[in-house]
């Protein structure tokens, strides 16, 4: 069972930034995938970005080239580095953790305003 705590969202006005982070906890596989997803209002959720423990990334076209996904093994933590916010980045942000099944944490919210 592995648990995880997300964190840094708030509000911000676009073209700013913010950076979340996720802390993970309990019985972890040194081979897993740490993510991203976010869940608009009346909308479905949807892939932000995901890092393998080997460092490898993938990210959603919607945030190429403004967000950034990264993960510190030793602290069992990933980070979401996100620049040029858009009022459309508006949503709950859940971070995720894969092996076999996949965890998720209680999602953290942002808000970026025009």
């Known amino acids: 069972q592995v648990q995880l705590v997300e964190s840094g969202g708030g509000s911000v006005q676009a073209g700013g930034s913010l950076r979340l982070s996720c802390a993970a906890s309990?019985?972890?596989?040194?081979?897993?995938?740490m993510g991203w997803y976010r869940q608009a209002p009346g909308k479905q959720r949807e892939f932000v970005a995901r890092i393998t423990s080997g460092g490898s990334t993938n990210y959603a076209d919607s945030v190429k080239g403004r967000f950034t996904i990264s993960r510190d093994n030793a602290k069992n933590t990933v980070y979401l580095q996100m620049n040029s916010l858009k009022p459309e980045d508006t949503a709950v942000y859940y971070c995720c953790y894969s092996v076999y099944r996949t965890s998720w944490g209680q999602g953290t919210q942002v808000t970026v305003s025009s």
């Open positions: 309990g019985t972890m596989n040194r081979t897993n995938v």
